[in-house]
Nanobody
């Protein structure tokens, strides 16, 4: 019933910028943490950045100086601003959200289907 839909992926030159968006919809009482993960073919899906409902953020070390996660709570949307991108950032980027759902307010983790980001050298 909860859907996360990513957008904004594509091809970008090394050193350039890209902005990913993820909008949550469906049966939602509250969204707690949201995050971005990425996965290259044959590789583990790893955390990129997370943000709490209050705006506290956490980043993997490799992107700390370059990426910024933010959210619009009214729109149930999380963003990832990717600056100074590198070829090693190439991956499918997945949106994640911890969502409280009706009727009891129980929380579950939901995933988007992913959006491809390719950084050319």
């Amino acid at each position: 019933q909860v859907r996360l839909v990513e957008s904004g992926g594509g091809l970008v030159q090394a050193g350039g910028s890209l902005r990913l968006s993820c909008a949550a919809s469906g049966s939602i009482l509250r969204i707690n943490d949201m995050g971005w993960y990425r996965q290259a073919p044959g590789k583990q899906r790893d955390l990129v950045a997370r943000i709490t409902s209050g705006g506290s953020t956490n980043y993997v070390d490799s992107v700390k100086a370059r990426f910024t996660i933010s959210r619009d709570n009214a729109a149930n949307t999380v963003y990832l601003q990717m600056d100074s991108v590198k070829p090693e950032d190439t991956a499918v980027y997945y949106c994640n959200a911890v969502v409280a759902t009706p009727p009891m307010g129980l929380t579950s983790t939901f995933w988007g289907r992913g959006t491809q980001v390719t950084v050319s050298s």
